[in-house]
């Protein structure tokens, strides 16, 4: 099994900052991409940045592109989403996920519980 813990999120004014962490236990946490994926009140879940095994290939979403960075610690089996210039628009439950089911990147076969994420204007 495994067990993915996401931290990191909280409350912070627009245009400012915040980085998600995400642990990994339970499996070799270096062999298999992972994901960030949000969801906000009433919207549907949506991709947000996924990276593969080695961290050679990074996926950004549009509306993040140029301000959110993932990066991931395969020594310490910890992914991170490093948020900057944050909008209202960011707010929303943030997930990470592991385990690519296919080489798109955009689906995954573990999830965690989550984070939230709120940004004021």
């Known amino acids: 099994q495994v067990q993915l813990v996401e931290s990191g999120g909280g409350l912070v004014q627009a245009g400012g900052s915040l980085r998600l962490s995400c642990a990994v236990s339970g499996r070799t946490f270096s062999t298999y991409a992972m994901g960030w994926f949000r969801q906000a009140p009433g919207k549907e879940r949506e991709f947000v940045a996924a990276i593969s095994w080695s961290g050679g290939r990074k996926d950004y979403a549009d509306s993040v592109q140029g301000r959110f960075s993932i990066s991931r610690d395969n020594a310490k089996k910890t992914m991170y989403l490093q948020m900057n210039s944050l909008e209202p628009e960011d707010t929303a439950h943030y997930y990470c996920?592991?385990?690519?089911?296919?080489?798109?990147?955009?689906?995954?076969?573990?999830w965690g519980q989550g984070t939230q994420v709120a940004v004021s204007s």
């Open positions: 996920a592991a385990e690519a089911v296919s080489t798109a990147l955009r689906a995954f076969r573990f």
